[in-house]
């Protein structure tokens, strides 16, 4: 069956950088479109960002653009989130997900970022 | 605040019917396909409804969902304890810059 597992989270200070990974199996990864999704402590859902298979399309959500960089290794069936200048309000779980169907059809477990002095 | 407007909670007794509506404009709900999540606690999402009202494999038929406009509802009949989780709905929105945009998200207490 699918499984993502994410892991590079962590605890890191306001400014600092971090890099998520997640390691996809279970699937045709090269063919597969992905996602970041965070949740915040006790909050909602809030999607980040998206890379296409070939990694030629990619979207931002605005409130990480700039700082953060999606990527992906289709021969390591890894997809990558560098996250820099990191703020407190950055402090969540980061899931990746897959997309199909316009919908995120499998989901990681998450991984915990906490950004705190 | 979430682009995608859902009421906070929603609440019933097992074996009852509730709906969740999810709230949107033209260029997010209007244009493009809705999708559903549940969340119980602890967990990871999971997909329930996909393109507007269709089921993944493995989901029970008392889940249910629907499009009309910029709004869209998800249904749960027959509720079960099993149920009490949070649902959030989902879609892209192709304006002027694209993203996903997530509901706030309903919290299902089965009484």
């Known amino acids: 069956q699918v499984q993502l597992v994410e892991s590079g989270g962590g605890l890191v200070r306001p400014g600092e950088s971090l890099r998520l990974s997640c390691t996809a199996s279970g699937l045709s990864f090269s063919d597969s479109y992905m996602s970041w999704i965070r949740q915040a402590p006790g909050k909602g859902l809030e999607w980040i960002s998206y890379?296409?298979?070939?990694?030629?399309?990619?979207y931002y959500a605005e409130s990480v653009r700039g700082r953060f960089t999606i990527s992906r290794d289709n021969a390591k069936n890894s997809l990558y989130l560098e996250m820099t200048s990191l703020r407190a309000e950055d402090t969540a779980t980061y899931f990746c997900a897959t997309l199909a169907n316009d919908s995120f059809d499998h989901w990681g477990q998450g991984g915990l970022v906490t950004v705190s002095s | 605040q979430s682009v995608l407007t859902q009421s906070p909670s929603v609440s019933a007794a097992p074996g009852q019917k509730v709906t969740i509506s999810c709230s949107g404009r033209g260029s997010n709900i209007g244009d493009n396909s809705i999708s559903w999540y549940q969340q119980l606690p602890g967990s990871a999402p999971k997909l329930l409804i996909y393109?507007?009202?269709k089921r993944p494999s493995g989901i029970p038929d008392r889940f249910s969902g629907s499009k009309s406009g910029t709004s869209a509802t998800l249904g749960i009949s027959g509720l079960q304890t099993g149920d009490e989780a949070v649902y959030y709905c989902g879609a892209w929105d192709t304006g002027l810059n694209v993203h996903w945009v997530f509901g706030g998200g309903t919290k299902v207490t089965v009484l």
């Open positions: 393109d507007n009202n």
């Open positions: 890379i296409s298979s070939s990694s030629r399309t990619i």
